[in-house]
């Protein structure tokens, strides 16, 4: 397949931890606009100075620095044959830019309850050595690794609620936006990680 494809749902719905089964079987590279603003926040570049505000306080970031961000990003040549995108798009306007710069063929949508999505969010953890995301229930940590972990500045309980709030504004109608354009396919992301897995191979087999 040649175009992009967009992994969709909440936040905390899983999507960088799936994405990797994805990578592994399109080779397309994974384009994270939560990482790549993560980033820019800890080299305290321009972009991270104007982004850190939002994030911390469960916001989106505009609309324009996020289309900027993306359209640097893909006039690298790995993404000359599709990419993988996690995070984005995020609202209307951003699809609407995007479709102006590569063709999407396919979405797949994580759907997750928001009771769900707190408690996995709260509970998340990351390796800052290697990036690796776990969670103190649903993927415990090896023991030596424990002490190393650190955990998202906003990832806490009450700027998680504001991130599903901005998830139910703005991003949420964008799931029926590509419904109706035929490209959505839905998968249960409450299964165990492994299960969430095997749904999201079945609906890369059958793009
Ligand atoms: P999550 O999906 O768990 O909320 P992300 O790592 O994707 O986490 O994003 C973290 C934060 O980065 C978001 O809350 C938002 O402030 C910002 N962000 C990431 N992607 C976008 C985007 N496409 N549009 C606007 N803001 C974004």
Same mark, same amino acid.
């Given at each position: 397949?040649?175009?992009?494809?967009?992994?969709?749902?909440?936040?905390?719905?899983?999507?960088?931890?799936?994405?990797?089964?994805?990578?592994?079987?399109?080779?397309?590279?994974?384009?994270?606009?939560?990482?790549?603003?993560?980033?820019?926040?800890?080299?305290?570049?321009?972009?991270?100075?104007?982004?850190?505000?939002?994030?911390?306080?469960?916001?989106?970031?505009?609309?324009?620095?996020?289309?900027?961000?993306?359209?640097?990003?893909?006039?690298?040549?790995?993404?000359?044959?599709?990419?993988?995108?996690?995070?984005?798009?995020?609202?209307?306007?951003?699809?609407?830019?995007?479709?102006?710069?590569?063709?999407?063929?396919?979405?797949? %949508?994580?759907?997750? /309850?928001?009771?769900?999505?707190? !408690? +996995?969010? &709260?509970? @998340?953890?990351? $390796?800052? =050595?290697?990036?690796?995301?776990?969670?103190? %229930?649903?993927?415990? /940590?090896?023991?030596?690794?424990? !002490? +190393?972990? &650190?955990? @998202?500045?906003? $990832?806490? =309980?009450?700027?998680?609620?504001?991130?599903? %709030?901005?998830?139910?504004?703005?991003?949420?109608?964008?799931?029926?936006?590509?419904?109706?354009?035929?490209?959505?396919?839905?998968?249960?992301?409450?299964?165990?990680?492994?299960?969430?897995?095997?749904?999201?191979?079945?609906?890369?087999?059958?793009?």
């Amino acid at each position: 397949m040649r175009g992009s494809i967009v992994l969709f749902g909440p936040p905390g719905a899983g999507k960088g931890t799936q994405a990797e089964i994805i990578v592994e079987m399109t080779g397309k590279p994974q384009i994270s606009t939560g990482d790549m603003l993560r980033s820019a926040v800890s080299q305290g570049s321009e972009l991270g100075l104007e982004a850190k505000g939002y994030m911390e306080s469960g916001l989106l970031v505009p609309d324009q620095v996020i289309i900027g961000l993306i359209e640097d990003r893909l006039r690298e040549s790995d993404a000359s044959n599709g990419v993988l995108f996690d995070g984005f798009p995020r609202t209307i306007p951003q699809a609407e830019a995007l479709s102006g710069i590569t063709e999407v063929s396919a979405v797949i %949508s994580i759907e997750v /309850p928001d009771e769900d999505i707190v !408690n +996995r969010i &709260v509970g @998340r953890r990351m $390796d800052p =050595e290697t990036g690796e995301i776990f969670h103190v %229930s649903f993927k415990p /940590p090896p023991p030596e690794l424990e !002490n +190393r972990l &650190v955990q @998202r500045k906003d $990832d806490n =309980e009450e700027t998680v609620r504001m991130r599903l %709030s901005a998830y139910h504004d703005q991003t949420k109608p964008l799931g029926d936006w590509y419904s109706n354009m035929g490209i959505l396919t839905k998968i249960d992301g409450t299964g165990s990680i492994q299960e969430v897995s095997q749904s999201v191979a079945k609906a890369v087999r059958s793009l």
